[in-house]
Antibody, heavy 120, light 106 residues
Framework: QVQLVESGGGVVQPGRSLRLSCAAS????????MHWVRQAPGKGLEWVAV????????DYADSVKGRFTVARDDSKTLVSLQMTGLTIEDTAIYFC?????????????WGQGTLVTVSS | DVQMTQSPSSLSASVGDRVTITCQAS??????LIWYQHKSGRAPKLLVY???HLETGVPSRFSGSGSGTNFTLTITGVQPEDFAIYYC?????????FGQGARLDI
């Protein structure tokens, strides 16, 4: 079955960097568009980034543009999120999600998330 | 950006009740609307896509309706496992945007 497992979260100081990973299994990763979505403490869901199936197209929320970079490694079925210049506002649970192969832009499977805490 | 507004933000129900959550988009998004269920510490679960299409495996007590700017998620006969937070999300355009969530409590 489809599995998405995020890792790499932790406590980091403001201004520092962190790299999140999402290990995918149970589906054809090479044809899948992948997203990152986050949830700040006590807040709702916020879309962060998307990467196309071939890695050529990427898009970001304005709040992270220029600081976060999404990438994929098809050989390892991994999608990553490199986060730089972290601020307290980036504190959140970060989820990766897969786009349905049948329904364009529908996020049909999500991981359980990894917690990033930005604090001095 | 398309703003998504859910109401109510929280609601209480008893097992067996019928509950309705609404979602309003700030502009016409046709039927590009998704409903998710989210329980703390778990992965969000896709319930409804394209405003009214039930995801495979989702119980038929869940239903979605609407188009344009006004949408509804209805649970007919709430079950104990349904107590969670429900989010709507538009996928008509980027950035993808979510409603603020509706917490369903006992």
């Amino acid at each position: 079955q489809v599995q998405l497992v995020e890792s790499g979260g932790g406590v980091v100081q403001p201004g520092r960097s962190l790299r999140l990973s999402c290990a995918a299994s149970g589906f054809t990763f090479t044809t899948s568009v992948m997203h990152w979505v986050r949830q700040a403490p006590g807040k709702g869901l916020e879309w962060v980034a998307v990467i196309s199936h071939d890695g050529r197209h990427k898009d970001y929320a304005d709040s992270v543009k220029g600081r976060f970079t999404v990438a994929r490694d098809d050989s390892k079925t991994l999608v990553s999120l490199q986060m730089t210049g972290l601020t307290i506002e980036d504190t959140a649970i970060y989820f990766c999600a897969r786009v349905s192969p049948e329904q364009q832009s529908v996020l049909d499977h999500w991981g359980q998330g990894t917690l990033v805490t930005v604090s001095s | 950006d398309v703003q998504m507004t859910q109401s109510p933000s929280s609601l209480s129900a008893s097992v067996g009740d019928r509950v309705t959550i609404t979602c309003q988009a700030s502009q016409d998004i046709s039927d590009f609307l998704i409903w998710y269920q989210h329980k703390s510490g778990r992965a969000p679960k896709l319930l409804v896509y394209e405003a009214s299409h039930l995801e495979t495996g989702v119980p038929s007590r869940f239903s979605g309706s609407g188009s344009g700017t006004n949408f509804t998620l209805t649970i007919t006969g709430v079950q104990p496992e349904d107590f969670a937070i429900y989010y709507c999300q538009q996928y008509d355009q980027y950035p993808l945007t979510f409603g603020q969530g509706a917490r369903l409590d006992i």
